[in-house]
């Protein structure tokens, strides 16, 4: 089993950065593939960035050259730096973990990761 937290979310204007940090406790091994993903009111949870165990990210094309995913598995975190915030990029964000597997990516994409965080608000105003 794989608990996740997330943090780091909050208000700012457009143009503003935050940084999102994910704590990972329990079986680790479960969480080889992780994501953050987000959901606005009224729309569909998507996928914002994915990283493997190897460091490889995958980004969404809207956020591709504003915010990047790493981890630090010392400290057993995932981040999420998020610069040139946009009114769009409202949203409750959750990151995900995935036990090992060639197929990260299509598992990030098609949404169906195994362990789930509670989410953190984020709020850009214009």
């Known amino acids: 089993q794989v608990r996740l937290v997330e943090s780091g979310g909050g208000s700012v204007q457009a143009g503003g950065s935050l940084r999102l940090s994910c704590s990972i406790s329990?079986?680790?091994?479960?969480?080889?593939?992780m994501g953050w993903f987000r959901q606005a009111p009224g729309k569909e949870r998507e996928g914002v960035a994915a990283i493997e165990g190897d460091g490889s990210a995958t980004y969404a094309d809207s956020v591709t050259g504003r915010f990047t995913i790493s981890q630090d598995n010392a400290k057993n975190t995932m981040y999420l730096e998020m610069n040139s915030l946009k009114p769009e990029d409202t949203a409750m964000y959750y990151c995900?973990?995935?036990?090992?597997?060639?197929?990260?990516?299509?598992?990030?994409?098609?949404?169906?990761?195994?362990?789930w965080g509670q989410g953190t608000q984020v709020t850009v105003s214009s």
């Open positions: 995900a973990a995935h036990p090992w597997t060639t197929l990260c990516i299509s598992v990030f994409k098609s949404r169906s990761m195994s362990y």
């Open positions: 329990g079986d680790t091994y479960g969480s080889d593939c």
